[in-house]
């Protein structure tokens, strides 16, 4: 059994930064590693995704050059951080995981392919 429980969300000014956490406890070896994120009255929209067996990541274009996500493998914890935040990053973020292969991982976020969630922690972005 995978659990996962995010950290580090808050409010922060347009430009400014974050660094999310992902604690992750179970057997993860072989597994995608995404973050989503919903704004209110919008559909959940994955973020980024890591591949646990090599690395490989992926990004949705809208944070391609902003966001690094990564993965600390003494720690068991993987991170986004954020970088030139603006207000229409704000949203609930959440941390998931599935397993699958690299080439699953990298070819697309869908929230309905993951079957391990997280609380969220929330993101505010002011203009």
């Known amino acids: 059994q995978v659990q996962l429980v995010e950290s580090g969300g808050g409010s922060v000014q347009a430009g400014g930064s974050l660094k999310l956490s992902c604690a992750v406890s179970?057997?993860?070896?072989?597994?995608?590693m995404a973050w989503f994120r919903q704004a209110p009255g919008k559909e959940l929209e994955g973020v980024a995704a890591l591949y646990t067996a090599g690395g490989i990541t992926a990004y949705v274009d809208s944070v391609k050059g902003r966001f690094t996500i990564s993965r600390d493998n003494a720690k068991n914890t993987l991170y986004l951080q954020m970088n030139m935040l603006k207000p229409e990053d704000t949203a609930m973020y959440y941390c998931a995981a599935r397993r699958t292969s690299w080439l699953s991982c990298s070819g697309g976020l869908r929230s309905g392919d993951y079957n391990y969630w997280g609380q969220g922690t929330q993101v505010t972005v002011s203009s």
């Open positions: 179970g057997y993860t070896v072989g597994f995608c």
